[in-house]
């Protein structure tokens, strides 16, 4: 089997934040995202999932949620699909990296889910234990305060 996630200082989510001041640093960042994945697959094997959303703008919204028809969907029907154990033949909650290439509108739109404890919607809650949160902040934009305040680890690249 393989091993668990260590859980975050909160038994929550971890959150990291990279900010890219320019395109050429954008590639750095990319990089070490890139690198974290491959060390947690190292680590974690097939109990690693992974998903990667851009947030820009408002047309980029069926990302997080899903469609509006959907119960579940989006960003966090792959939340729940992972870390809920009775999605899991095991009974055990799964692992995630989620990377988030945000600016200061997906900043805004995905501040619930940095918040410690599980995320409630008025259709369902899920819980972000074991899931590594990766905010890749794009060049142009700067890192908010609410952002700021729930991240674990924020490089300035």
Same mark, same amino acid.
């Given at each position: ?28 960042? @990319?990089?070490? *995202?890139?690198? &974290?994945? #491959?060390?947690?697959?190292? =680590? ?5 999932? $992974? /998903? ?49 290439n945000v600016n200061e509108y997906? @900043?805004?739109? *995905?501040?619930? &889910?940095? #918040?410690?404890?599980?995320? =409630? ?5 899920? $819980? /972000? ?23 674990h680890v924020t490089l300035d690249?």
């Amino acid at each position: 089997a393989a091993p668990a996630a260590a859980p975050a200082p909160d038994g929550d989510a971890v959150k990291l934040v990279a900010t890219a001041s320019s395109d050429a640093v954008l590639a750095a960042q @990319q990089r070490i *995202v890139h690198a &974290l994945r #491959e060390y947690m697959h190292e =680590r974690l094997g097939n109990a690693l999932h $992974s /998903k990667t959303v851009t947030l820009l703008s408002e047309q980029d919204e069926g990302e997080l949620q899903g469609q509006s028809r959907d119960i579940r969907g989006g960003l966090t029907k792959f939340i729940d699909d992972v870390t809920n154990p009775a999605a899991h033949a095991t009974g055990e909650p799964g692992s995630a990296l989620v990377v988030l290439n945000v600016n200061e509108y997906g @900043q805004f739109r *995905v501040r619930e &889910l940095l #918040e410690s404890k599980e995320s =409630r919607t008025h259709r369902h809650r899920i $819980s /972000k234990r074991g899931v590594l949160f990766v905010l890749a902040v794009q060049p142009g934009s700067t890192v908010n305060d609410t952002t700021a305040s729930r991240s674990h680890v924020t490089l300035d690249l």
